[in-house]
Structures are given as structure tokens and as C-alpha cells.
């Protein structure tokens, strides 16, 4: 039997994330156990949930993710620029003239995320050694030393896109904003795919969408779905996303990940600890 994260709600939405009582533009907040946090925008956001998530295709650890996230950090501070040292380009600044890709692939988050996987994966115990060593096996930069210092943030936002720690990012949305984007689960989907892989499934249509989540990895398996949905839910056009007895909704962003069952979200009895993800419509 399998669990789902369900999506409802597709529709135009600009994320912000912080706590309840916090003002300012939109922004996302990854929180650790011992209150530490670290900031960033939608986009960046986006970014760093689409790095996990090319690794949870590929079968990598949270240390891959961690170094990723830092490296990314370092070169871009998770942004995907087209503009960099000589032709560097992308997320990772990887140079079309060093054998990384085209312009346009390296400029594909995608594709840049796991052209980084696919030659950290080639350094014998990269897992083990230090970050920086490890990122900088990858990079060749001429300024090494500086990717130890975003280990901590990485490593924070690590946990959350891998799962390992549920409800960790918070995302909030602009009231004020009078735009709206829809959303269509086509477009959800085509996206969990092109990510996570073909492995994904997902189950409605209309304003309505389940993801399923094998019961075997429930909890880690459903809180990655369910933040990565958060991280990219502006551009995607999702304003509820209810895992097990916890739900996010874009009208209430502020309030965070809030109890669901009271209000008729579900609980993790009732709904199998399913992903639902709702989508806003026009």
C-alpha cells in the first residue's frame, strides 16, 4: 500500500517564506532543530529543491546534496546566471569550453545538477572527505577554500529537500500580490518527472492532484515531495499540499505547516500519509 502527497490548488502564487508574525518580500526559511535558519528567495528556493531532487534520482545520500548545495551556493548563491568568469555559466558556473555542455544545457538546472553528480559520484569516498575537497575535486576553483563556509546552510536545507526533516521549510506567499499563476497537473507532473524520474506517480486531475509515496520510505520519501512541491509551488501555481496530518496553504502562508485534520485537511490515518497538492485554477 502506498502513501501520497496530494497537491490542490494550482494557481498563480508568489512564495514567500518566514514566520507568522515576519513582514517583507517573498522568501523562503529552512529551520533546524536548534532554531538556526538560513534565508532565501523563491527562486533560489527552486533551485536548491530541483538539485535535490536530480540526486534522489540518482540514488545519492543527503552528503551529495550538502555538497551540491554548497558548491551552488559558492558559484551562483543558487542562481541560475548567465554571466560568470570567462563562459562560466548555470548554477554551478560550468564551462561550456571545459566540456560540461552546451550554453543552453549548463543553463538547464537540470542537466547542471547532474553533470555536478555525475563527476562528484567518480572521487573515491567523496562522501566521507571534507566538503570543500570534495566540491573542489568537482570545480577546480581557484578559490577552494571558500565552500566550507556555506556547509552549514547546505547542510540545513539538505535535511529538508531530502525529507530527513519534516516540515523544515516554510514558505510564505505575497497576500498583496494581484497576479496569480495557474496551475494545470500537467505541468506538475511533467516536472516531478523530469526531476525525481520516471518512478514518480501521480494520480487527478482539474485542481487535484496525489502523488504517491511507497509506505516503505513514507515519512522521508513524503516530506521531500512535499518541500520540493513548497520550494517550487510560485512558479507551479500550488496553493495547498497536505502530507499526512500537516498541510501548507498559500491563503494561511503565514501560519506555516499548520494541523490538518481539525479542518478537514486529512490526517495521516485517514489520507495513508498521502501527498495531495492543490492547484489553483483561473
Known amino acids: 500500500m502506498s502513501a501520497a502527497v496530494v ?4 494557481g498563480t502564487y508568489v512564495l514567500v517564506h518566514h514566520a507568522a508574525d515576519q513582514q517583507g518580500p517573498p522568501h523562503c526559511v529552512v529551520t533546524g532543530e536548534g532554531g538556526e535558519s538560513y534565508t532565501m528567495d523563491p527562486r533560489q528556493a527552486a533551485n536548491a529543491a530541483t538539485i535535490a531532487a536530480v540526486a534522489s534520482a540518482r540514488g545519492l545520500p543527503e552528503r551529495a ?10 558559484e551562483s548563491e543558487l542562481r541560475n546566471i548567465d554571466f560568470g568568469d570567462r563562459d562560466s555559466l548555470g548554477l554551478f558556473q560550468q564551462r561550456p569550453s571545459q566540456g560540461w555542455g552546451t550554453e543552453a544545457e549548463v543553463l ?3 542537466y547542471a ?3 555536478f553528480y555525475a563527476r562528484l559520484v567518480e572521487i573515491p569516498e567523496y562522501e566521507t572527505m571534507p566538503l570543500t575537497e570534495a566540491a573542489q575535486e568537482v570545480q577546480r576553483s581557484a578559490f577552494p577554500d571558500e565552500y566550507a563556509k556555506h556547509e552549514p546552510n547546505a547542510s540545513l536545507l ?3 529537500l531530502t525529507g530527513r526533516a519534516a516540515a523544515a521549510l ?4 505575497d497576500s498583496a500580490a494581484e497576479e496569480r499563476v495557474a496551475g494545470s497537473p500537467e505541468a506538475v507532473r511533467e516536472s516531478l518527472v523530469r526531476e525525481f524520474g520516471e518512478d514518480v506517480e501521480t494520480v487527478g486531475e482539474g485542481a487535484l492532484l496525489t ?3 511507497p509506505a516503505s520510505e513514507e515519512t522521508g520519501r513524503g516530506w521531500e515531495l512535499a518541500h520540493w512541491s513548497l520550494a517550487h509551488s510560485a512558479e507551479l501555481g500550488i496553493e495547498r499540499i497536505t502530507f499526512g496530518d500537516r498541510v501548507w496553504e498559500a ?6 505547516w499548520r494541523e490538518a485534520g481539525a479542518e478537514g485537511g486529512g490526517n495521516a490515518a485517514d489520507s495513508g500519509a498521502e501527498l495531495r497538492l492543490g492547484l489553483t485554477t483561473e
Open 211 to 213: 502523488v504517491a509515496v
Open 108 to 110: 538547464d538546472p537540470v
Open 170 to 173: 516554510n514558505c510564505t506567499v
Open 65 to 74: 546534496v550538502t555538497i551540491a548545495l554548497a558548491t551552488a551556493m559558492q
Open 113 to 115: 545538477a547532474g553533470a
Open 7 to 10: 497537491l490542490v490548488g494550482l
Open 158 to 160: 539538505a535535511a529538508a
Open 251 to 256: 491563503a494561511r502562508s503565514r501560519d506555516g
